[in-house]
């Protein structure tokens, strides 16, 4: 077992199991009644209805971010039971994963909170397949450096080559989101496409904060002349929060402390370079509200590296981001043509030597 | 009664017993535990050979019921290949009015010019699953597809299941009577 939590799928365990051996006892006896089937043609039948049913397709290696990952359940691993948190019998879909983090749905957020039935590409050595999210777990400590993000359903961890270990293999695998599918979202009509926190804070925050979120249709964020970001229109709703929550506090006025102690939901009177971005991650539903941290701290927060869409650059002094092309930040430390001097969006690429880059899974 | 035509009626009893059980395990919980599939013909359906609403229709009156307006729609705006979803968009832009005409409009427009979509070789399809009026909103209406895109060309879609979305489209009656689609909004 891996740390994952328990959750309150027992009574409909006890329920499904007590359905079952009541069908089964029926089939029994009905067969027996018949005397034509032996013991192998119930265990066949049997077989049929239980887990493996589903068959789990392989593909080529796959890409994304490399992580800590662990298994869980099977035989090994009774106490982890067979029912989801979302409700689902992992038995009956092994192709499962768990995001850890936490105890309940809105803690266990290692992968940006996603929404249950959030598909990632899952990538073990030389084999790939998508899993679906229908568990949360608690989790662990890093993985040979990497932290603990997910929880492969024994069955799912077989299929990609993993040696069951009674669930308590822990490894590295890389883990990606795949293309949000439909012609909705394929054809970029979608109102909520590509929403890697699950929508939980990002929709309430983008479409709450600051008022209506001005929305341009590059690719790329654009500063306006009053100072506000324009999100691209293809913008991941994530993305979208973050740059409304960020045009809430524009121009607030920098103070070494600022906005520390307060939950990130309000509007402090003032912000320093930490909880400027803590502030903005919020919006894009990728912290909790209860969040204070330092620019160390963002050190060792999310997945090593820039992202497709958000990049932390972290110190033990100082941390500031990219957001769809455009840079926050808490000076021009660009330059004079890097935009106002103080708390805000800023054009130009700034220098980050002794900074070390990071970025939340998925973006 | 003897007792050969106990074990005879037992037998009989059982027999139905194991029926029933198959029918409740296979009908009554397959669907809610198995991934959703498609069915064989709506995956094999060949978007270029489906009817597609025309403006001469809408013009000339649209279609007979909401409901019908709506998943005659439907059904071409899931339906599409990399190679015809620009035409297909422009005809169900020609058969619809107000925001869905604009909206089929830009679609096209951008689709014209988006190698992504040639370059992977993607393609969408899908079946119309529900259409339901929405509460309270008697123009509005509820559709519910279940659709699987695909990718010659790329393995970016590999492995992912046919997912279920929903759109909320408005309708209008027309001068001539018949109804078409005003409002198309996917919000899945």
Redesign the interface.
């Known amino acids: 077992m891996s740390g994952r939590s328990q959750h309150s799928g027992q009574t409909l365990v006890a329920v499904v199991g007590l359905a079952a051996m009541l069908g089964l006892g029926v089939l029994v006896t009905g067969f027996s009644m018949l005397g034509g089937l032996t013991g192998q043609a119930l265990a066949d039948c049997d077989s049929g209805l239980s887990a493996g049913s589903v068959a789990i397709a392989l593909q080529s290696p796959g890409g994304g971010a490399t992580v800590g990952a662990s298994e869980y359940g099977g035989s090994g691993d009774p106490s982890s039971g067979t029912v989801g948190s979302s409700g689902v019998n992992l038995d009956s879909s092994p192709d499962s994963y768990a995001e850890l983090g936490g105890t309940t749905f809105a803690t266990a957020d290692a992968l940006g909170g996603l929404a249950y039935g959030t598909p990632l590409r899952i990538t073990w050595g030389k084999h790939s397949a998508i899993a679906y999210k229908r568990d949360i777990g608690l989790g662990g400590g890093p993985i040979d450096g990497y932290p603990r993000v997910v929880d492969l359903w024994w069955e799912f961890a077989r299929a990609l080559g993993i040696p069951y270990q009674d669930g308590e293999w822990s490894g590295v695998v890389k883990v990606e989101r795949p293309p949000s599918t439909g012609a909705g979202n394929t054809l970029g009509q979608t109102r909520l496409a590509e929403d890697p926190s699950g929508g939980r804070n990002a929709v309430a925050c983008a479409a709450s904060v600051g008022g209506p979120l001005p929305v341009t249709n590059g690719p790329r964020a654009v500063i306006e002349p009053n100072d506000l970001a324009a999100a691209p229109v293809d913008a991941p709703v994530a993305v979208k929060g973050i740059i409304a929550a960020g045009n809430e506090i524009v121009g607030k006025p920098y103070v070494y402390g600022g906005g520390h102690g307060l939950p990130l939901s309000e509007v402090a009177p003032s912000y320093d370079c930490s909880s400027s971005v803590a502030h903005l991650l919020w919006g894009g539903g990728l912290l909790p509200v209860d969040t204070d941290m330092t620019a160390e701290e963002f050190e060792s927060w999310g997945l090593s590296g820039p992202g497709k869409w958000v990049t932390l650059y972290a110190s033990s002094n100082h941390v500031f981001m990219y957001i769809a092309g455009i840079r926050w930040d808490t000076h021009n430390a660009a330059g004079a043509a890097d935009g106002s001097s103080g708390i805000g969006w800023h054009p130009l690429v700034r220098e980050d030597s002794g900074f070390v880059a990071r970025h939340p899974v998925g973006l | 009664m003897t007792s050969r035509l106990l074990?005879v009626r037992?037998?009989i009893?059982?027999?139905l017993?194991?029926f029933a059980?198959i029918a409740?395990?296979v009908g009554g919980?397959g669907r809610a535990?198995?991934?959703p599939r498609l069915r064989r013909a709506d995956t094999t359906r060949a978007a270029p050979a489906r009817a597609v609403p025309t403006r001469r229709s809408a013009r000339l009156g649209g279609f007979g019921t909401p409901r019908l307006a709506v998943t005659e729609f439907a059904d071409v705006?899931?339906n599409?290949s990399y190679s015809n979803?620009a035409a297909r968009?422009t005809a169900l832009a020609e058969a619809s009015v107000g925001q869905a005409r604009s909206?089929m409009q830009l679609?096209a427009a951008?689709?014209s010019a988006d190698s992504t979509?040639r370059g992977g070789g993607?393609a969408?399809n899908?079946t119309v699953e529900a259409v339901a009026p929405v509460v309270g909103h008697p123009d509005e209406w509820a559709v519910v597809?279940l659709?699987?895109?695909t990718a010659s060309d790329s393995?970016?879609?590999?492995?992912?299941?046919p997912?279920w979305?929903v759109?909320v489209a408005s309708v209008r009656r027309e001068p001539g009577g018949g109804w078409v689609v005003s409002g198309?909004?996917?919000?899945?």
Do not use: C, R
């Open positions: 074990v037992a037998a009893v059982g027999v017993l194991v059980v409740l395990l919980s535990l198995a991934p705006y899931i599409w979803v968009l909206a679609a951008q689709v979509l993607i969408n899908g597809t659709e699987q895109t393995s970016a879609y590999d492995g992912l299941a997912a979305h759109t198309w909004q996917p919000e899945s």
